[in-house]
């Protein structure tokens, strides 16, 4: 151990230190510090620092290509996201479909299923175009619960897409939390706006 | 008080030897303590003004000391922050001076902190948190775009980690090293981020399709847990520390907030079980998912274990989040101690770095499970969240 191999020589070192000055006991000890802080990202002052090598992303170039293990059981596994690349978003194609969602609850209400059979509608109209859903919650719930919850929000009305026959490759998913309201108040009226799936319409890239 | 400073040359010398001494002396351990129930350590502050008292206070608070008058106090600290720090503690009743000590270099603040962890040391036999660091993350409105920050456990020298101006969430340290996982949308996406804050550099760990959050490091620094939702539903998963060899770990249907055992061999999480949300433990290796014990509170989320393997925190919702405390082995019930979410512990395994709302701005706070003192710490505008104290 590193204090070890320290202690000896500084011991010895005390020995004839205290030898030479002559110092009663009970001299206050004096300690040193580090100097002054430095921005983060600098070289100087930091306790504990990178002391190992470490290259993240070295081994996994191409995160999207690990293979998946096996899925749970009725869940679809997601599209990969380079299927996305570059399309463009229609946030208002789609608006009037947003589908909302009883208070810590993924399940999809029964009177909300004709906003998806009309997404599901749009959808088969035009094979290049595909849907990004956003799942939101409100502000009550932890935040990391929350951007659980908003993504469990968003499988659930992709499942119910793949249902009503629109393909998982034309699906793609992401959670805000509790970090997009579309009503920054804080009751209930608020809350019932922010417990949503927004549908955003994605179209193929210019030119193509 | 006698002060004593013979020989300012010889003090590194002198710190180790004296270390070494106080090993040799019998020391009576009072190891009694009860969450949220010890009483404070009575000690006697004196000499000191400024800054360097505001930080031994401090200090002192959040790991369960309490400021009384001479007469009351079991030890006195006496000293002066004039310049430099010095100082020294004596036992009252043996009019023994058991720690006498001067600091120079690095900043007033910083020697201050450096005698409260001697303080520390000398009184409780444990090292200090005087000289520790968080990461939170800070929103200047309360939702969306923010950015990663790390400061001085008491929020002092704050400073931006992140410059993406997205939404960015759950820091968490790779223990030993100045380096942090934190999620970030910055790709559009919630991916992990590993970023290395003495090189600057960062590199996505995690960036598959869907929700890839709540990075938690495993003891040893060489393994990953996080929450990733790529099969079709947000569960548990186990990588290496650079993103590779990824585990599928769990299949419960609301998992959330995964965090390490200090034997690095648990996985603890938040789930839902038989219609309730519960707080299970798993192997890394997999299999059965045991369920924990927390009866008596309802809604448990986001658990941290202790660095000395024996406690568990989390946070409880039962109208208003609180912040909870159990024993890792189930024995005793948890304790509710205050208002608060995202409990992290500091090294010590009995202060907490958490958050709570005022005001619908959330602010960070310190606090010693044992005798439930805490103070806030927040220094940053905005709204301060997710707090991780590095080990």
């Known amino acids: 151990m590193k204090m070890n191999q320290i202690v000896f020589p500084l011991t010895l070192a005390l020995v004839a230190t205290l030898a030479a000055t002559g110092c009663k006991k009970g001299t206050p000890k004096l300690t040193q510090l580090p100097g002054q802080r430095v921005p983060v990202g600098g070289t100087g002052e930091q306790p504990n620092l990178d002391t190992k090598p470490f290259t993240p992303g070295d081994a996994n170039p191409n995160p999207n290509g690990n293979p998946v293990p096996p899925a749970d059981p009725g869940k679809t596994a997601l599209a990969d996201r380079d299927l996305f690349e570059g399309m463009i978003k229609d946030a208002e194609a789609l608006k009037s479909y947003t589908v909302h969602f009883a208070f810590d609850s993924a399940v999809v209400k029964k009177g909300e299923e004709s906003n998806v059979s009309a997404v599901a509608a749009a959808l088969a109209t035009t094979a290049a175009n595909k849907l990004l859903i956003e799942g939101n919650c409100d502000e009550r719930g932890t935040e990391e619960y929350n951007r659980a919850l908003g993504e469990r929000r968003a499988d659930a009305l992709r499942e119910a897409l793949v249902k009503a026959g629109v393909s998982a490759d034309r699906i793609r998913t992401i959670s805000y939390g509790k970090d997009k309201p579309v009503d920054p108040g804080h009751d209930e009226a608020a809350w019932s706006k922010n417990r949503r799936g927004d549908f955003i319409l994605l179209l193929p890239k210019a030119g193509v | ?391």
Not at chain 2, 43 to 54: H, I, Q
Not at chain 2, 224 to 239: H, Q
Not at chain 2, 331 to 342: D, F, Q
Request: hydrophobic share 40%.
């Open chain 2, 1 to 391: 008080m006698k002060k004593n400073i013979c020989n300012l040359v010889t003090i590194g010398l002198a710190a180790v030897a004296l270390a070494g001494a106080r090993a040799q002396e019998i020391r009576i351990e009072n190891t009694i303590k009860i969450v949220g129930m010890t009483k404070p350590i009575p000690v006697a502050l004196d000499g000191f003004t400024g800054e360097a008292a505001e930080v031994l206070k401090f200090d002192l608070y959040v790991q369960g000391f309490s400021f009384v008058t001479p007469e009351a106090a079991q030890f006195l600290i006496h000293g002066s922050g004039a310049g430099s720090v010095s100082g020294s503690v004596t036992d009252k009743v043996s009019r023994r001076v058991m720690l006498s000590s001067s600091y120079n270099g690095a900043s007033l603040r910083r020697q201050a902190h450096a005698f409260a962890n001697d303080i520390v040391q000398t009184i409780q036999n444990k090292p200090g948190i005087g000289l520790t660091k968080i990461a939170f993350k800070s929103q200047p409105s309360g939702f969306g775009g923010g950015e990663i920050y790390v400061a001085d456990f008491d929020g002092y020298g704050a400073q931006a980690v992140t410059t993406d101006r997205a939404i960015a969430a759950k820091p968490a340290w790779v223990p030993h090293q100045l380096a942090l996982y934190y999620t970030s949308y910055a790709r559009n996406n919630p991916d992990i981020f590993y970023h290395s804050l003495s090189s600057g550099q960062r590199r996505v760990v995690a960036g598959y399709s869907g929700l890839n959050t709540s990075a938690s490091v495993s003891p040893d620094g060489s393994k990953l847990a996080m929450v990733l939702s790529k099969s079709g539903s947000p569960n548990i998963w186990i990588a290496n520390a650079d993103g590779s060899n990824l585990k599928h770990l769990t299949t419960g249907i609301e998992d959330s907030s995964p965090c390490w055992s200090a034997d690095g061999q648990w996985i603890c999480f938040a789930t839902k079980i038989a219609e309730r949300r519960r707080l299970a433990k798993v192997s890394v290796a997999g299999g059965a998912v045991h369920t924990l014990n927390t009866a008596g509170v309802a809604n448990p989320t986001e658990p941290d274990w202790s660095p000395d393997g024996k406690w568990i925190a989390f946070t409880s919702q039962m109208g208003d989040f609180s912040i909870c405390v159990m024993p890792a082995d189930g024995s005793l019930a948890p304790v509710v101690l205050v208002r608060g979410e995202n409990p992290s512990w500091a090294p010590n395994s009995r202060t907490l770095v958490f958050n709570h709302e005022t005001g619908h701005r959330q602010l960070l706070s310190v606090l010693d499970v044992f005798t439930k003192q805490y103070k806030d710490c927040t220094r940053t505008a905005g709204s301060n969240s997710q707090p991780a104290w590095a080990k």
